[in-house]
T-cell receptor, first 110, second 113 residues
Framework: QQPVQSPQAVILREGEDAVINCSSS?????VHWYRQKHGEAPVFLMI?????EQKGHEKISASFNEKKQQSSLYLTASQLSYSGTYFC???????????FGQGTRLTINP | NAGVTQTPKFRILKIGQSMTLQCTQD?????MYWYRQDPGMGLKLIYY???????DKGEVPNGYNVSRSTTEDFPLRLELAAPSQTSVYFC????????????FGDGTRLSIL
């Protein structure tokens, strides 16, 4: 089943923080995060493979709660370049493929 | 290093026509994927391959076919194009499966009229 992302859209001013959540009804083996700018291909941000794992990428970090089957992406002190649509992709133990969420559109205004 | 290359970038087809979307990668990745993305929506997996000669269906395989004769190439075939297949098609590859990042091509924008 498709993971559910929340919120669907968020508008921030430059410098503000954002949290994007990804929830699955299935047990998760991995969670991927990608960012897609309008008219472009998705770009990989990070993978989380273990329950409780947190990873960071500049001012973007993520956590993975295996028990709750959830992951959250944290964007701190947002920059204009962070604008785009963020997708989580979840992988189960049974299959070597991902199922992507519907995306969260992030708009950063000056 | 080209990464994942898709051709063509744009294409308009008439209903009932057929075509092949090409995808090639030069990273020696074992896994390759085809997704479609409808406007404002997420990525839906059409087919994927875990190595040469091995393919499997994704979430939305109807109306499509694939083959994987080499590690580098993973073409997607549309037979009898329908308006519902108007979409942006992305090819991706990864070294292994769900535990490795996927690298995406620039996409093929396909319109069926």
């Amino acid at each position: 089943q498709q993971p559910v992302q929340s919120p669907q859209a968020v508008i921030l001013r430059e410098g503000e923080d954002a949290v994007i959540n990804c929830s699955s009804s299935k047990a998760l083996y991995s969670v991927h995060w990608y960012r897609q700018k309008h008219g472009e291909a998705p770009v990989f941000l990070m993978i989380l493979l273990k329950g409780g794992e947190q990873k960071g990428h500049e001012k973007i970090s993520a956590s993975f709660n295996e028990k709750k089957q959830q992951s959250s992406l944290y964007l701190t002190a947002s920059q204009l370049s962070y604008s785009g649509t963020y997708f989580c992709g979840t992988g189960s133990r049974e299959a070597q493929k991902l199922v992507f969420g519907q995306g969260t559109r992030l708009t950063i205004n000056p | 290093n080209a990464g994942v290359t898709q051709t063509p970038k744009f294409r308009i087809l008439k209903i009932g026509q057929s075509m092949t979307l090409q995808c090639t990668q030069d990273m020696n990745h074992n896994y390759m994927y085809w997704y479609r993305q409808d406007p404002g929506m997420g990525l839906k997996l059409i087919y994927y391959s875990v190595g040469a000669g091995i393919t499997d269906k994704g979430e939305v395989p109807n109306g499509y076919n694939v083959s994987r004769s080499t590690t580098e190439d993973f073409p997607l075939r549309l037979e009898l194009a329908a308006p519902s297949q108007t979409s942006v098609y992305f090819c991706a590859s990864s070294f292994q499966g769900r535990g490795q990042p996927q690298h995406f091509g620039d996409g093929t924008r396909l319109s069926i009229l």
